[in-house]
């Protein structure tokens, strides 16, 4: 680390997400990463392998797909892809905002219904999230906490230039609603 960072913990986050899912008894569980070559998708997805592996289960590649963070309609079509395998996933673990839009679109055009077809969580949070119809359970990541640590930060390093470089990972807490079941 050459300069100052502050992050949010992506693999926990995730791994919490996924956790969640598989204690509430499912084993097919689809992932809609984001981008790999993203240290954000990377963790992201990380964090899903190790909750797999940690109760026991392979990672099954026919269950992941990767979508652009930003386009809806990518993440839609990745989602029908999951949505229409012959023994399809009884989840959905989405990687951020967008990916989990075009996701419930995709789960909205196939008339399968959430939680009691196939359970969500979302990596991101979304204001209107209590207003979705189930409410969507998600891993919010702290803003406000991320903009506050980077102030105080940024006002040490110009207090003292030459002192290390720090990072600092903010944890995440996973918010359970109705969506995943």
């Given at each position: 680390?050459?300069?100052?960072?502050?992050?949010?913990?992506?693999?926990?986050?995730?791994?919490?997400?996924?956790?969640?899912?598989?204690?509430?008894?499912?084993?097919?569980?689809?992932?809609?990463?984001?981008?790999?070559?993203?240290?954000?998708?990377?963790?992201?997805?990380?964090?899903?392998?190790?909750?797999?592996?940690?109760?026991?289960l392979p990672i099954d590649p026919s269950?992941?797909?990767?979508?652009?963070?930003?386009?809806?309609?990518?993440?839609?079509?990745?989602?029908?892809?999951?949505?229409?395998?012959?023994?399809?996933?009884?989840?959905?673990?989405?990687?951020?905002?967008?990916?989990?839009?075009?996701?419930?679109?995709?789960?909205?055009?196939?008339?399968?219904?959430?939680?009691?077809?196939?359970?969500?969580?979302?990596?991101?949070?979304?204001?209107?999230?209590?207003?979705?119809?189930?409410?969507?359970?998600?891993?919010?990541?702290?803003?406000?906490?991320?903009?506050?640590?980077?102030?105080?930060?940024?006002?040490?390093?110009?207090?003292?230039?030459?002192?290390?470089?720090t990072q600092i990972r903010?944890?995440?807490?996973?918010?359970?609603?109705?969506?995943?079941?």
């Open positions: 680390v050459h300069v100052d960072t502050v992050l949010v913990d992506n693999i926990g986050g995730a791994k919490q997400a996924v956790s969640h899912l598989l204690s509430l008894g499912h084993r097919r569980i689809g992932l809609i990463a984001g981008p790999q070559q993203l240290t954000t998708g990377r963790e992201r997805k990380e964090g899903y392998e190790q909750a797999m592996k940690e109760f026991g269950l992941i797909r990767t979508a652009d963070f930003r386009q809806v309609d990518d993440s839609r079509r990745k989602a029908l892809d999951l949505l229409s395998l012959p023994d399809r996933p009884t989840a959905m673990f989405t990687g951020n905002t967008m990916i989990t839009l075009g996701t419930l679109t995709a789960i909205h055009e196939s008339g399968l219904r959430i939680p009691g077809d196939i359970a969500v969580v979302s990596f991101d949070d979304i204001p209107w999230s209590n207003l979705l119809n189930p409410p969507l359970t998600a891993v919010p990541q702290p803003t406000y906490g991320l903009g506050k640590t980077a102030a105080e930060m940024l006002l040490a390093r110009i207090a003292d230039p030459s002192r290390p470089p903010l944890p995440l807490e996973l918010v359970v609603r109705e969506s995943s079941g």
